[in-house]
């Protein structure tokens, strides 16, 4: 792809990634991916970088740049291994939720360490029956004096267990319904905060996702996001509206690193074609053959031009997206879902789609383009499954119209 058009900080940063994630993700990869390795290497080069926290201001120790470069590194990183892209952007889906809505104290105290990289951060949103339908979360949060007191479970907890900070969502009014709902930031270790379960996955093995239990974990008042009540709701729909071109650059990097892997192996590995042909009873017969790339047929050719036009697409309305974040736009909700929507179903297709290319090979346990696809799957349907993402284009599609 021409990246032109990024700025030389842009590109350095593309570079360093790069550079990193040949040291640390291609020669590990297949490993962690089959034992369900947390990915520690790759994410210490990081930290040692400065590069954990690139969207948070300098204010608060970290480069002061914006979703764009959150999903450049993300998208690189995902080229190589879509767990780890997802390790990385989690950190961003955590800490939204404290930009967005936190007090001044509360930014000043918990996302310099964030920044810097020393603490991981990680969202808690959705629950066992509460995944879609976020607002019907049943975990509470009582308040008893100057405390409030958590009960519930949450479930599908991205970077759970390998995180230091978690952002908690839980009803202080359950009469309220989604109005009731409020957020919490607890730390690992924290009495009757326990994290639980871990998931065996299908994809991003590398990255765990467990369950967490508060069975009475008593937090101080100081720990209520925005110190109000009830305003929990809008900000994880606003976090998520910023989180999810994060999603979609993973899936762009998935999508990317198997169509450049499969272009390599079309050009290096031959086939046999037909060199001429006899025409009798209305039919072609080969009577000759020759070796040639298999990216000399047309047809393979065709298809990798289709798929290559699918990814370009996508990574422009993804990086329009983020640059709309960036810049401030109003109502960000409708292109974070399209650019979520549409790069990972392309990834999906491109990655499905390589397989095929790759021949019973790519269908192998332990080879790359296997892997890309499992990890691709899980792209359609985290933070928030694509069926929730054409709601919301269809709501404010319909609400501009009523407007
Ligand atoms: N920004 C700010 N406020 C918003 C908003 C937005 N984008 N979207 C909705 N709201 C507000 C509305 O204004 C409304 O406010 P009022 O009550 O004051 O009027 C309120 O929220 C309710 O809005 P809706 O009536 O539209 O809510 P809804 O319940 O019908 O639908 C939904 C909302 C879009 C379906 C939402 O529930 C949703 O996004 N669900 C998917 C959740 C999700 O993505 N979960 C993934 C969690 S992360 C994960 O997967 C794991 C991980 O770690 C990676």
Same mark, same amino acid.
């Given at each position: 792809?021409?990246?032109?058009?990024?700025?030389?900080?842009?590109?350095?940063?593309?570079?360093?990634?790069?550079?990193? #994630?040949?040291?640390?993700?291609?020669?590990?990869?297949?490993?962690?991916?089959?034992?369900?390795?947390?990915?520690?290497?790759?994410?210490?080069?990081?930290?040692?970088?400065?590069?954990?926290?690139?969207?948070?201001?300098?204010?608060?120790?970290?480069?002061?740049?914006?979703?764009?470069?959150?999903?450049?590194?993300?998208?690189?990183?995902?080229?190589?291994?879509?767990?780890?892209?997802?390790?990385?952007?989690?950190?961003?889906?955590?800490?939204?939720?404290?930009?967005?809505?936190?007090?001044?104290?509360?930014?000043?105290?918990?996302?310099?360490?964030?920044?810097?990289? /020393?603490?991981?951060?990680?969202?808690?949103?959705?629950?066992? $029956?509460?995944?879609?339908?976020?607002?019907?979360?049943?975990?509470?949060?009582? =308040? /008893?004096?100057?405390? %409030?007191?958590?009960?519930?479970?949450?479930?599908?907890?991205?970077?759970?267990?390998?995180?230091? $900070? %978690?952002?908690? %969502?839980?009803? @202080?009014?359950?009469?309220?319904?989604?109005?009731?709902? #409020?957020?919490?930031?607890?730390? =690992?270790?924290?009495?009757?905060?326990?994290?639980?379960?871990?998931?065996?996955?299908?994809?991003?093995?590398?990255?765990?996702?467990?369950?967490?239990?508060?069975?009475?974990?008593?937090?101080?008042?100081?720990?209520?996001?925005g110190g109000k009540e009830?305003?929990?709701?809008?900000?994880?729909?606003? @976090?998520?509206?910023?989180?999810?071109?994060?999603?979609?650059?993973?899936?762009?990097?998935?999508?990317?690193?198997a169509l450049d892997l499969? $272009?390599? %192996?079309?050009?290096?590995?031959?086939?046999?074609?037909?060199?001429?042909?006899?025409?009798?009873?209305?039919?072609?017969?080969?009577?000759?053959?020759? #070796?040639?790339?298999?990216? #000399?047929?047309?047809?393979?050719?065709?298809?990798?031009?289709?798929?290559?036009?699918?990814?370009?697409?996508?990574?422009?309305?993804?990086? @329009?997206?983020?640059?709309?974040?960036?810049?401030?736009?109003?109502?960000?909700?409708?292109?974070?879902?399209?650019?979520?929507?549409?790069?990972?179903?392309?990834?999906?297709?491109? @990655?499905?789609?390589?397989?095929?290319?790759?021949?019973? /090979?790519?269908?192998?346990?332990?080879?790359? $383009?296997?892997?890309?696809?499992?990890?691709?799957?899980?792209?359609?349907?985290?933070?928030?499954?694509?069926?929730?993402?054409?709601?919301?284009?269809?709501?404010?599609?319909?609400?501009?119209?009523?407007?």
């Amino acid at each position: 792809m021409n990246q032109e058009f990024l700025t030389p900080k842009q590109q350095e940063l593309i570079q360093k990634v790069r550079e990193l #994630s040949k040291t640390y993700i291609l020669p590990n990869a297949a490993k962690w991916d089959r034992d369900q390795i947390y990915p520690w290497e790759i994410v210490q080069a990081l930290q040692a970088e400065k590069l954990m926290g690139v969207w948070i201001p300098e204010k608060y120790g970290g480069l002061g740049l914006g979703v764009f470069e959150l999903c450049l590194l993300v998208e690189e990183l995902s080229r190589h291994c879509g767990g780890v892209g997802v390790a990385y952007a989690v950190n961003a889906l955590g800490s939204f939720p404290i930009l967005l809505g936190g007090t001044e104290e509360q930014k000043q105290e918990w996302l310099p360490p964030i920044a810097r990289g /020393e603490k991981l951060i990680s969202f808690g949103l959705s629950e066992k $029956i509460s995944g879609s339908d976020a607002g019907s979360m049943i975990t509470k949060a009582i =308040k /008893e004096g100057d405390e %409030y007191v958590l009960y519930g479970e949450k479930k599908w907890n991205t970077n759970g267990g390998a995180a230091t $900070i %978690y952002t908690i %969502y839980a009803t @202080t009014d359950p009469n309220r319904g989604h109005r009731g709902v #409020s957020a919490f930031l607890l730390e =690992k270790g924290h009495p009757n905060f326990e994290i639980g379960y871990m998931e065996d996955k299908m994809g991003i093995r590398t990255v765990s996702v467990h369950e967490l239990y508060l069975n009475g974990a008593r937090v101080p008042a100081d720990r209520l996001l925005g110190g109000k009540e009830g305003t929990g709701f809008a900000n994880a729909m606003m @976090t998520l509206d910023r989180a999810r071109p994060g999603v979609a650059a993973q899936a762009l990097g998935l999508a990317q690193g198997a169509l450049d892997l499969t $272009i390599e %192996y079309l050009t290096k590995h031959s086939g046999e074609f037909p060199k001429s042909y006899t025409y009798e009873d209305g039919q072609f017969f080969p009577d000759e053959w020759e #070796s040639a790339p298999k990216s #000399s047929e047309q047809a393979i050719q065709f298809r990798l031009a289709e798929l290559a036009t699918k990814i370009e697409a996508a990574r422009h309305l993804v990086y @329009t997206a983020a640059k709309l974040i960036d810049a401030g736009a109003k109502n960000i909700s409708q292109i974070s879902a399209m650019c979520k929507l549409f790069a990972t179903d392309t990834a999906m297709e491109v @990655t499905s789609e390589c397989m095929s290319l790759w021949g019973i /090979e790519g269908c192998l346990r332990d080879h790359p $383009i296997e892997k890309y696809y499992r990890d691709a799957k899980i792209t359609q349907i985290y933070e928030g499954t694509n069926q929730i993402q054409r709601l919301v284009i269809a709501r404010n599609l319909l609400r501009s119209f009523s407007a």
